[in-house]
């Protein structure tokens, strides 16, 4: 069994997040030095729209591309039809900035809805002006956009900014952190596990001593109940973390620096329908909504362990137990095999069988056999015959 | 501060659940006699009915009545309309009381989706006749009301029978638990916490030693996490509880542990709109659904610590700070505020004035202050002050 030392600070780190706070500043800089020149201040921002997205099959992941907008001071007009004024998404910018910054300087952070309560308030007017009843935010549909404009103009995660997600999961294995200056050893977190939080960049966990092999994303919190229970971490000497469906930023980040500081191989483990396998394909290309982050998320390497579409017939699950799929499943399996990332032969092929199939196996379905069938016979035998996708 | 050590092993515990395999065990020897006897068998079930279901002002809880439902083995005719044969649902019932005692036996614990798939076999017919291709259950709306009809005809908790629903939900403070053998520390969880498991009885869970003076339940996981982050828990003596949103069985089975075998008193916080009121009340009271639940999951004595409708004002939070209540939750505030256990003069006062400002404030709605004034001046406040609710 190797074991390594893994070195604290690697990955994100409190001196990234004081450089983000530096580039916040840059930016902020550069406007009022406009102002100064008596030219109209504005801000580029990496355009996130889906003609600025590209696949790169190199990497293996979704890229931003180098399209910027502009966003001007000085102008009433909006970029698309509905947009508040670019004045406005201005004042908007420059504001959550500041925020991000004072969130920076003091070591905190705040969830995206506290931010958006936080900006609730009127805009401010000169002094002997007439108080505006107008307010910067007035629904958290505005705030979102502007963080991510931030993220991706000062390119700083989310996270580095201060601004958490929800958290969502757990995790447990052969593997020691510390979390907030509290070291804990992950193989002795009982049934409950390590809830996993939402920001978990270098400044708040570092990873002490590692004996995992592999790390296995499990899709659902009842079916990581079951491996926690069988001890199948420590069988197969593995983390085993869930994200309770669809992992929130916490667990897919935390899962790439366990992938890339200790150097663990990814294993992600889902139903096997049209929804599972988009699961894996964010955890591994990253999403297009988001592929600003994908360099600092996805884990191209990522393998699919399962549940293939071949499964029932490799294990011998009885026809009557797979679910029929629904037309909203067949419609969503037709969209993902035309993603470009689904292209290669195999992947094309465990698609079309299921869709050929007409059925969806969850996870659970494997209880028809017994409740450890998953633990003790699914998952050890595609582990030795290597029987995933990449 | 108070010392206190409880003793493991009080609430319910590996023996409980051993009885409640003897008690299904009988159920089946009554139904054998039966048969032996030469006459229908059937089971006596309590009606879960609206009927059946009554508020006890004097317990604070919502009970299930006297009422029980007989299922006959020989009659084909439904209970309902649309309803299965009593014949069936018999046979379904003895079905799932098997796979109960079978998990009771070995120790073992799944889900109820696990528990549909283990009995989506096809109907077993006396040897020499062929074979039905009807199958037990077809899906899991048929196999989720019989677990609680075994639960209510044995009087045992799902989770003794070894049925776990999701897990969601995290917890810090003061306190040193054993789960499942490990030794856990819950005052060095760092930021994540230690997640709640489903199964939280005492032969998983046990208590070993605790300096805390009150549970404080809170609504969301994003305000959670400042709390956790503020420390609240260290500053307060307190074990800090959430359940992200609706809190899960695990959590509310927990409160109600540390309530009653560490004799904590329990505060409630939550968002003040209709939503909020809800939660505490199933916490307080229990659900009518799950009625014949409310002896071990509800908590007469919770207190609601808040949002008040009273805060706004109280806390000088401005008037464009809360957002608008909507159609539906006017609905829902007019339907609680008829619910026999609000009837009490502060509770209508409460909630009428929340329909009378036409308004909702949300947890997160303190941040217009500042991002630790919820920890550090709201609830410090409430508690000195005894603002709470009954």
Not at 178 to 205: C, H, Q
Request: net charge positive.
């Amino acid at each position: 069994m190797a074991k390594s030392k893994a070195k604290a600070g690697r990955g994100t780190s409190g001196r990234d997040r004081a450089a983000a706070g530096e580039r916040i500043v840059k930016l902020a800089r550069s406007v009022v030095q406009t102002v100064r020149g008596a030219d109209d201040p504005f801000v580029d921002i990496p355009a996130r729209t889906l003609s600025n997205v590209q696949f790169n099959a190199k990497k293996g992941i979704i890229e931003l591309q180098g399209g910027t907008q502009r966003r001007y001071f000085f102008s009433l007009l909006g970029r698309r039809k509905g947009e508040g004024s670019q004045a406005k998404k201005f004042m908007q910018t420059v504001r959550v900035a500041e925020v991000c910054k004072r969130l920076i300087d003091a070591g905190d952070s705040t969830s995206l809805r506290d931010l958006f309560y936080n900006l609730k308030v009127p805009i401010k007017t000169p002094p002997g002006t007439p108080r505006s009843r107008e307010l910067i935010f007035l629904d958290q549909s505005e705030s979102d956009p502007i963080i991510e404009d931030i993220e991706v103009t000062v390119s700083a995660l989310r996270e580095e900014l201060g601004v958490h997600a929800e958290t969502k999961g757990a995790m447990v294995g052969p593997l020691t952190i510390v979390d907030n200056g509290d070291t804990i050893d992950l193989t002795a977190m009982g049934s409950g596990g390590w809830a996993v939080p939402s920001i978990v960049e270098a400044d708040v966990i570092q990873f002490v001593k590692s004996r995992a092999q592999f790390v296995l994303l499990i899709e659902k919190g009842a079916v990581w109940q079951r491996f926690n229970k069988d001890r199948f971490w420590e069988k197969h000497q593995c983390v085993i973390i869930h994200g309770g469906g669809q992992p929130p930023r916490g667990v897919r980040r935390l899962v790439y620096r366990m992938h890339n500081e200790l150097k663990l191989p990814v294993y992600v483990l889902v139903d096997n329908d049209p929804w599972g396998y988009y699961i894996y394909s964010v955890v591994k290309q990253g999403s297009i909504n988001l592929a600003f982050e994908s360099q600092r998320m996805a884990i191209p390497a990522a393998r699919f362990i399962g549940m293939s579409s071949f499964d029932a017939d490799e294990f011998d699950i009885p026809s009557h137990v797979p679910m029929p799929l629904t037309d909203e499943d067949r419609r969503r399996a037709k969209e993902i095999r035309a993603y470009p990332w689904f292209q290669s032969k195999p992947w094309q092929r465990e698609i079309q069988h299921m869709e050929r199939l007409g059925v969806k196996l969850e996870l659970e379905a494997l209880s028809n056999k017994n409740f450890s069938f998953i633990t003790e016979e699914y998952l050890p035998r595609k582990m030795r015959e290597k029987r995933w996708l990449d």
